[in-house]
């Protein structure tokens, strides 16, 4: 498993855990944050490893080079010396360093494009953890969002539940049926006791203040003048309206009387 492989299976599982805790999303993201960080600057070191051994291997390379150049100097000076037998020594030596030299070279530039591929990858990385950074708060006002209209929704939904209002009406309707019952109760045990035949002039006495007072209004109304207001009053008294015509009437039969005797003692 590669150096980023490992990364990024430690990552979601960090991720994973906190998610299935269900925390506070802006504990949660903070520490995500944190890390990603951290395996960040593991990331980090890993990569510097790597890009020290490839400049171990550039520079290895680079020293069996060297070493290759001195044998065939030291095989070009046996060649000089007349010792043939040196030169074609020194010419293996060359032959086998050369080689080696060479083959590093090749492992040094496989490190190599390795070692810029993983610097590439880090890079990338830190990107994305920097833009995480920037949309974390984004992520902790959404977060809270959809926690308030969470709470909103439950709330709604208590509000909606009929069953205490129903069972409200119901106890209401229970009492005015009751009250309906202890009215035509007192009712029926108002029709069945007393004197019936007071109850009825007591109806009648009623209804005759009902008219009192309707022709009180109207003069107040001014739909009536003053003599029928006397009048109405009048009437309104009941039985002492006849006696009061009588006596009316006893007088005028005197006053003709008087005048027929003044008549006859004049003739």
Avoid at 31 to 48: G, N
């Amino acid at each position: 498993m590669g150096l980023f492989d490992r990364f990024s299976t430690l990552l979601r599982s960090n991720i994973n855990d906190l998610i299935t805790r269900a925390e506070n999303p802006e504990k949660m993201l903070n520490q995500l944050i944190v890390d990603m960080k951290t395996q960040l600057a593991k990331a980090k070191q890993e990569v510097a490893s790597s890009i020290a051994d490839e400049k171990k291997l550039q520079a290895d390379a680079e020293t069996m080079r060297k070493q290759a150049g001195d044998w065939e100097r030291r095989a070009m000076l046996a060649v000089q010396e007349g010792r043939d037998d040196l030169a074609k020594q020194a010419l293996m030596r060359y032959n086998e360093t050369l080689q080696g030299a060479q083959q590093l070279h090749e492992t040094w530039l496989k490190h190599k494009q390795e070692t810029e591929a993983l610097k590439l990858s880090l890079r990338q990385l830190n990107d994305k953890i920097e833009e995480a950074q920037r949309k974390k708060n984004i992520l902790v006002a959404r977060a809270k969002r959809a926690e308030a209209q969470q709470r909103i929704q439950q709330t709604m939904s208590g509000m909606s539940d009929k069953s205490a209002f129903e069972s409200f009406e119901r106890m209401a309707e229970k009492i005015e049926a009751t009250e309906r019952k202890a009215l035509a109760a007192a009712e029926l045990q108002e029709e069945f006791s007393g004197d019936t035949l007071i109850k009825q002039f007591e109806s009648l006495e009623y209804h005759g203040s009902a008219d009192q007072q309707l022709l009180e209004l109207k003069q107040k109304m001014g739909m009536l003048g003053s003599g029928s207001a006397n009048n109405n009053r009048q009437l309104g008294a009941g039985g002492q309206q006849q006696p009061q015509g009588g006596a009316a009437h006893h007088d005028v039969h005197d006053a003709e009387l008087i005048e027929e005797g003044d008549e006859g003692t004049a003739h």
